[in-house]
């Protein structure tokens, strides 16, 4: 007997929502163009993570019967002793999974209705492909970060082999493929700046294993990244689908009370247009003490109105950061009320929605893909502060390669030398006044980004024909 529906099923890295958020909305943008399909997406939880589960909840509520949140069993964590890094801990942590998604690839394989036409595993959950392949479903990776990073993950095998040295010793700069221009080593991600770190090792057991998927989906478009899509689709490696920008429009924070995003955009409504910077460094990006003082000074001596999604470090990297207590004790003396005419601080807000806001004049970023896929959307032009993963790679792409953003320090991350309240008010005049070219060129984007999602653009005809691959139209 036919059955009646070609499932989809997902699995993301456990915790992260910059990974997870474009996943599902990859999975809601198939199953709504393309009524066949029916979507499972299944989750690993982190109970150190509650909000991710909160979010899931509200997403679930959302696309009613068209996709199914599994939440697979809890398991033990990696012991304290197994690792060092939080992408090892993760990578162990899926590992350790690996029955639980047997069994439930199984459990959809026998059943009399779905058949499970592929099994989209994302960029660190590569110890799936296993399981894909013992159970004979097509796998395929979801890749959340820019094109020029999957370059960058192809070549790690290549770097590793000719680099004898640490990378960030280097005194050259580096060429890889993708990159019109050289690279500094500094914008690598900082796992791989330590050989000797268990990060190191895990980027190169994942990238090793890259090649293997059947195809890989981007959540990019071929507007914003021509280059690093080209090289790609000259190079040894599976067939890549550009079906990008995949964006949650309603924010990843459907939980929150609704009280306080109103009264910020209420606050946002009495703002002139395009006068406010807005401040968020995503959902794992918080600042120490010192840094967030700097920032502090630099607003009140720059003067443009701001709003600051401030957070405050957590007790582990285990835990996401949280919003603080007491902003007026993390911040310097007075300055709340020296700047309540003209400043918001006010933690986790739902930044796609603050983006759309005609009041959003630029934005200082963490420099996550969504966050830049986000800002793009709404032609919000972003000034880029990195903090971790590849955020210092996205930085020098956005800054150096497409001249889509201001830089503040492409190379800044965790522990780098304090970014001064000088350099702050000098990157956010040129963000809000000065920078008029990447202004318009941001506006250019914007609407290409748009475009490339409407029929017949060039994200829709990836889609069309990723579609045609997974389940052939009769
Ligand atoms: N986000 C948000 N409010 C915040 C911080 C983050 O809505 O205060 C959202 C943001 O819009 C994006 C996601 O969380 O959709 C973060 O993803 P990104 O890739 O930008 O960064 P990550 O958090 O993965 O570092």
Known sequence: MKKSKSEVVFISTPGAFGNLIPLVEFAQLLVNHDPRFHATILIITMPQRPVINTYIESRAAASATSINFLHLPIVDPPAEDEHQSSIAYLSLLIQKNKPHVRHALHDLKSSVESNPVAFFVDMFCTSMIDVANELEIPCYMFFPSPATFLNFMFHIPVLDAKISGEWGDLDAELTIPGFVNSVPPLVLPTALLNKKGDAYACYLTHTARYKQPKGIVVNTFKELE??????????????????????????????????????????????????????????????????????????????FRFLWALREPPKSNVYLPSDPANADKALPDGFLKQTSKSGLVCGWVPQVKILAHQAIGG??????????????????????????????????????????????????????????????????????????????RVKDMSEMSRMALMENGSAYQALEGLIEELAPKI
């Open 226 to 303: 021509p280059h690093a899509l080209s090289s790609l689709a000259i190079s040894d490696v599976p067939r890549i689908h550009a079906i990008g920008p995949v964006v949650d429009f309603n924010g990843p924070a459907h939980w929150q009370s609704p009280d306080h995003y109103e009264s910020v955009v209420k606050w946002l409504d009495d703002q002139p247009l395009l006068s406010v910077v807005l401040l968020c460094f995503g959902s794992m990006g918080s600042l120490g003490a010192p840094q967030v003082r700097e920032i502090a000074f630099g607003l009140e001596r720059v003067g």
């Open 363 to 440: 934005f200082v970023s963490h420099c996550g893909w969504n966050s830049i896929l986000e800002s793009l959307w709404y032609g919000v032009p972003i000034a880029m502060w990195p903090i971790y993963a590849e955020q210092q790679m996205s930085a020098f792409e956005m800054v150096k390669e497409l001249g889509l953003a201001v830089e503040i320090r492409v190379d800044y991350r965790e522990g780098s030398k304090i970014v001064l309240a000088e350099e702050v008010e000098k990157s956010i005049k040129s963000l809000m006044d000065v920078d008029r070219v990447v202004r318009s």
